[in-house]
């Protein structure tokens, strides 16, 4: 009978934690006060580009076979051929760029468009990406360059991609020619970006090319990711170092990534739940390059865990993408046992996603903290909003948070709004609205939103706007879009 009342007691208590956690309603994002605050000197302020979402004219990859099968797999039919033509207008977006006052700026090459066949190089692709090069370095910029993000060309793909063991050397010739030809012109590499996504959606979640649902080989794909950046890096540095105005240069290799802010709704299964997303999702590979200590899986099922000193050291700095959080619970109807749910209080973006502008600085801490010796520049932050009604608040919001975190002594070095000009988003297509300038699909014009002026004028200044000057802002920016709404 005693037996029974303390089991009866435990599983009441259980039932009441677990009823606690559900019915809690998760805080919008705090306040941060934004009057004036001054940004460090030498602060690098960016946009830019990415190769697939804005060149244009990539059809020799997995994801342009992939958006023309039927039914299409992207929102509205849409196919990215064009995307926003930034391959052929790249001048003009520096221009544009530049004449904002940036001093850094974000770019992206194509792997199936230098290297079309196996083994065989297109020099007039290398020409152009040089002369892109060359072009962001007479403005002034600090140049950022990523060498891959998601897409394969066929010859890869149709040799299994990255599970035949022959696609490293090729990535280790591509790396190192590009190394050898750019490596005058690059402040910063990047090896990849959003390498885990590409591993998870890939290859767990069956969502994004090459469209497999095998939990196993998601996690050999997640290594070999881990592996293929190291060898990059080991790459660049031997290959890398360049006199300029004799004086020696060392490449800084580093790997653009994506974060999510994860919370646990309740307690218990919600923890445990959230707690293996956020260090599969955010922290492995990043521990990997760090400590040289593979250890990925799941409770229940599959598990590497290995340690190599070549992995070790592999990451001189850490490029954020950060965008939302998302709140988490344990539900057994739900692929991988896991709800995301967002805070109703929180306003969200056109793609539904909720603004936390708190989280920036969240993540910049646990990042400090994990890593303490790295610097990191947000690489991305930016929301869906076609009409531009959110997006000055917004960046306000991320950037005073970010100049609190530096004011406590983080180690930040710059910051991208993502992205210059509207583009091309991966399966939801053309739709999402994310450029600070408007993109015509069918000419290709830009043209200034509101949010533009706004980032010009603090990159200017270096600087927050005062109190003041943010309420004029807003108020001018929301008469504006009245005006369009009423031409429309």
């Known amino acids: 009978m005693e037996i029974a009342i303390i089991i009866g007691i435990i599983g009441s208590g259980i039932i009441l934690v677990t009823l606690y956690g559900k019915l809690k309603k998760p805080l919008p994002s705090a306040k941060v006060k934004i009057d004036g605050q001054s940004f460090p000197d030498g602060f690098l302020w960016s946009t830019g580009e990415d190769a697939y979402q804005h060149e244009g004219g990539n059809y020799n990859n997995d994801w342009a ?7 299409s797999p992207i929102a509205n039919g849409d196919r990215c051929e064009q995307a926003v033509n930034f391959y052929q207008l790249y001048e003009s977006d520096f221009v544009r760029a530049k004449n904002d006052f940036q001093n850094a700026h974000r770019i992206g090459i194509e792997w199936s468009r230098i290297e079309p066949e196996e083994g065989v190089y297109d020099l007039d692709v290398l020409d152009h990406y040089e002369k892109m090069l060359k072009s962001m370095k007479a403005k002034g910029f600090n140049v950022f360059l990523n060498l891959w993000h998601f897409t394969l060309p066929l010859w890869a793909v149709d040799k299994g991609g990255w599970t035949n063991e022959s696609l490293m050397d ?15 012109y690059v402040d910063y590499w990047s090896t990849m970006i959003d390498a885990q996504i590409y591993a998870l959606s890939g290859y767990a979640l069956g969502d994004i090319p090459p469209n497999v649902k095998d939990q196993k080989q998601a996690f ?23 006199s300029i105005d004799g004086k020696k240069h060392n490449p800084r290799v580093g790997m653009i990534y994506f974060f999510f802010l994860y919370q646990s709704q309740g307690f218990f299964l919600d923890r445990i739940v959230t707690k293996q997303l956020d260090e599969l999702f955010n922290w492995k590979m990043l521990d990997a390059f760090y400590s040289g200590k593979v250890d990925i899986g799941i409770l229940g099922g599959p598990k590497i865990k290995e340690e190599n000193e070549q992995l070790k050291g592999t990451i001189d700095w850490i490029g954020i993408n950060y965008y939302t959080r998302e709140i988490i619970s344990f539900n057994p109807f739900k692929p991988g046992f896991i709800a995301r749910h967002t805070c109703k209080a929180s306003q969200t973006t056109d793609t539904g996603w909720e603004i936390y502008p708190e989280g920036i600085y969240t993540l910049c801490k646990v ?4 890593y303490p010796e790295i610097p990191l520049m947000v690489t991305e932050s930016g929301l869906a909003d076609a009409h531009d009604e959110k997006r000055p608040q917004f960046i306000l919001d991320h950037l005073a948070w970010l100049h609190r975190f530096i004011q406590e002594g983080g180690n930040l070095i710059g910051f991208t709004y993502w992205s210059l000009t509207d583009n091309w988003e991966w399966a939801e297509g053309f739709w999402p609205k994310f450029g600070l300038y408007s993109v015509d699909l069918e000419t290709f014009e830009r043209r200034e939103r509101p949010s533009a002026r706004l980032f010009r004028s603090i990159v200017r200044n270096n600087s927050l706007p005062t109190r003041e000057t943010v309420e004029q802002f807003l108020n001018n920016s929301s008469q504006d879009q009245a005006l369009r709404n009423n031409r429309q």
Do not use: D, M
């Open 170 to 184: 090729s990535w280790c010739k591509y790396i190192k020619l590009c190394t050898e030809r750019f490596a005058k």
């Open 367 to 370: 990042l400090q903290s994990k």
């Open 220 to 242: 050999e794909i997640y290594r070999i990711l881990i592996y293929a950046h190291a060898r990059a890096y080991k790459i660049i540095k031997e290959f890398g170092t360049v």
């Open 65 to 71: 076979r992939w958006e023309n099968q039927v039914p």
